[in-house]
């Protein structure tokens, strides 16, 4: 647990207005989506309340059992779904605007709960150090709209190791697809919201390419009950396509994991692809279908059909949910957005991420479409709740207006002793889905949950193992020619088509060419 | 008696919209008439004795109250005014967003929308305008007719999910470019115009969609910059 003193209060009200003003940002610039299918707004408000009464308990576990720091590392090396969006953005705002929504109906202090505030704003800092190491950014927002995560070694096996296309060929066609596919996909299988995508980079590729990295998760059995038979045929949970651009500036990489282009992202301008796949059990990202451009082609060819499929079967288990179940599933999409800590660190329970707290169950007849989309409303775009206002003479970033999305920790808690510190650390629930009965699908198998949580204590990849975790690229950039720069380059050469066993001492023009 | 309920925050008043200022000040006010009436210090209450402060009577209350002075609530998802139709206010006729232009070379300029991505031709089709479950489970099991320009006023992505794909085009009344179903019209490359306003359209109108104008500008939702495809009714004998 954080220490309750000056120095933190003032690095976690620094960290909580910059949370603001990106959320202020990403909300206002960025679209909040509605739909026709789901009561998205409701769901949204739902989630953030059962966000605010079991994240510090969650976080707390999975702290114990594996630091902020080490998830962070973890998530820098691999694809995890614990990334930009969902762990770095969603996790401490979702929680902060159950916290606001508390405030705003009288049934919370700004004072109240400080401890979990600290310990979730905490463990967030820390993760997005961690996270960020590479880039050195605390957000994609402190970069500039920008996320550089990966280090040289495994970009050089994706430069490397990616297949060159052009528009009109087997492999850029299905490549195409399969993103349409997996999209659609994603979208569908998180209730309408945007956690199952996500994007980063971009990577300069020299003479005027760029790469970005494309992620896809849950698409398949695993934590959501209602995956259960879906998509069975697909090997993997996540799916990573690395994507090389010609001639196409990724100006902008958001906190949401969204990315804006000039020219607009256009695939005929794509020149090299490939896929590869990692969860909390791979050691570093395995490449699928990656042997040569017919093998990816026939692949991405399969898993397309396998999708399109799938799609069609879920919407049609869908079509049939009472609006009660969609908005628990929604709920529960959104406010177990970091579950996959829980994965890494070997400590998951399915009832602590896929229960709708009693304490939230509570606040459910008020959440009309009506009063959801005006509160919604409200709490990030006008920032109409009283509380968000600040005095007058307060010209806040972005809007120059006298309010704040959030609202920081009074430092009278420092001196006072009238709010209650932590919001308990007992979770009961109930959800109104069918109960999950499925395996989860791993990169290492189809497995039963004591299984997967037992392999995930075990596991520790070998590029974060003594002697290599902190040899980081400064590190290499003074250290080329030590064996251990060879030998931490050889683990993230494993498995690759063109760069096994290079090592540490390659340059971009020692690299085979794939366009 | 417990502590008194803090003052109003200094700064702001009362929410802008309607239905959050009426559904949070009686949730205000419930909280602290109930704070008021129980013992104990503030800290004590407020997790310990939370369900005392506000329960899910309390919440249902709140919204009966609304619903016993005849007011009926805007729906969102149709699922709500499936499940609760006492509720919901039906759905009235959308009013037209557009008034038609004059017929010229056989067809009339219908209404405006946002390109997602740029063709070098425009799309011309017969209308289908899809809103429920039931229409999309019906071209699910039969398929999408070759040509199909859909009218969906639905910005999301997953109402149309099993279908999108089989569309000639698609007008959204609704989202931007980059709502989830521009960005999933752009990866299937399905001429859609998104942020449409229209006059009315019957299934089986022809119509053809200006895709062949550039996308909004970065920064044209923030300067209004908007508009500027434009949809067109075939009429007979033109």
Known sequence: MAELDYKTLLESNSYLRNLSDTTYWLCITRTVQESKLFPMNPYMLLSYLNSFYTLPTLLREIDAALPAEELGDRAREVSLKVNTVNAAWAMPTFYLLGREMLMNWGLLRPTDAVEDVVDVLDFSRRFNLAYHRNDAHVSNKEFGDRSQFLPERTLQVLEADLHGVNPGDRLHSAAVKLLAQLSQYAFLAHCECRIGLHNSGPYNFGENRQMIVRDFFELTEGDYPWLDGIATRLPFPNLTIPLVFRNTNFHLMDDWASFEAEPSYDAANIVAVGMYTSDALSDGYLPVGMDNADALAETMEAYREILNEATADLWKRIATWTREQMIDAGALVYSSVVKDFAHVAGTYRQDDWLLLDDRVQRFKPLMNDEYGRDNLAELVGLLGLPQQKANEYTMARYSGLNQHTLTGIPYSVLVDNDYAPTCGDALSGATSLEVKTGLWSTTAGRLELDEFNRRAREFRPAVLAEPYRFLDEEWVKWHHNDPRADELYRLGQRGSRNLADRGAGLRRADLPRAD | ?238
Not at chain 2, 75 to 95: F, I, V
Not at chain 2, 105 to 120: A, T
Not at chain 2, 186 to 194: A, F, N, S, W
């Open chain 2, 1 to 238: 008696m417990s502590d008194s309920a803090p003052a109003a925050p200094k700064w702001g008043s009362v929410e802008m919209l309607p239905m959050s200022a009426r559904f949070n000040s009686a949730v205000r006010e419930a909280a602290a008439t109930r704070l008021a009436n129980l013992d104990g210090a503030w800290q004590d209450i407020v997790f310990a004795r939370q369900f005392e402060l506000f329960s899910r009577a309390d919440a249902e209350a709140v919204e009966q109250a609304v619903l016993d002075t005849g007011y009926r609530f805007q729906s969102s998802a149709t699922a709500s005014l499936r499940d609760e139709p006492h509720k919901y206010k039906q759905p009235e006729r959308a009013a037209a967003g557009f008034s038609e232009g004059e017929l010229s070379d056989g067809r009339r300029q219908v209404g405006v929308g946002d390109n997602v991505i740029r063709k070098s031709a425009t799309v011309v089709g017969p209308v289908a305008l899809i809103s429920q479950i039931e229409q999309v489970m019906a071209y699910l099991a039969d398929g999408v007719p070759p040509g199909t320009i859909a009218v969906i006023d639905d910005s999301g992505g997953t109402l149309t999910a099993p279908i999108l794909e089989g569309f000639a085009g698609v007008i959204c009344l609704g989202g931007t470019i980059r709502s989830h179903l521009g960005i999933l019209a752009r990866e299937y490359d399905v001429p859609t115009l998104m942020n449409c306003r229209i006059d009315a359209l019957r299934d089986g109108d022809t119509v053809e969609i200006e895709v062949t104008i550039a996308p909004p500008a970065a920064d044209a939702y923030e300067t209004g910059d908007t508009g500027h495809a434009r949809i067109w009714k075939i009429e007979s004998g033109g």
